[in-house]
């Protein structure tokens, strides 16, 4: 009996998305050509092909750079995943508001943008401007917005 109550607490305290996906997120860099270094604004380093694992909720820039080529950056940003948003909807029929805090918090419902990361550098002295690889990706959620619906929660 005291199993079954402290599954069920653990269920009521714990978020979908949380449970379902997870805090972090493996981001995949690549560049053209490879063997690039890669530096985050959030202190991580690799050479491409790389994988990198990070906290859903972290935003950050990558930098690309390798001799003989200009150096380019890429913000990584995050938005509402769209296995996130099935979780976090998920918490109205299991975990309900304290589900959602738990997801919000802690980014579970969250994904980053671009992944994976990719660039071609350009030769240094090139004229050619580089090719945007977060074009595709959501722009980023209104600070007013997220800071409401966190209030709404807590």
């Known amino acids: 009996m005291r199993c079954v109550a402290l599954l069920a607490c653990g269920l009521a305290l714990s978020g979908c998305a949380s449970i379902t996906r997870g805090w972090n997120e493996q981001i995949q860099f690549s560049s053209n050509p490879p063997e690039a270094n890669v530096r985050t604004s959030t202190g991580f380093q690799c050479v491409t092909p790389c994988t990198l694992q990070v906290g859903r909720k972290d935003e950050f820039t990558a930098v690309f750079s390798k001799a003989g080529y200009i150096s380019q950056e890429v913000p990584v940003r995050t938005q509402l ?8 909807a998920g918490n109205v029929l299991v975990g309900g508001v304290v589900g959602m805090g738990v997801d919000v918090a802690s ?17 240094a002295g090139s004229k050619e401007p580089p090719a945007n690889p977060g074009a595709h990706c ?9 800071a409401a619906a966190r ?4």
């Open 151 to 154: 209030d709404q929660i807590n």
């Open 107 to 123: 980014g579970a419902a969250l994904e980053h943008c671009p992944n994976p990361v990719g660039v071609t550098l350009r030769r």
């Open 81 to 88: 995943a769209g296995a996130g948003a099935a979780g976090f």
């Open 138 to 146: 959501q722009p980023p959620a209104d600070p007013a917005v997220v």
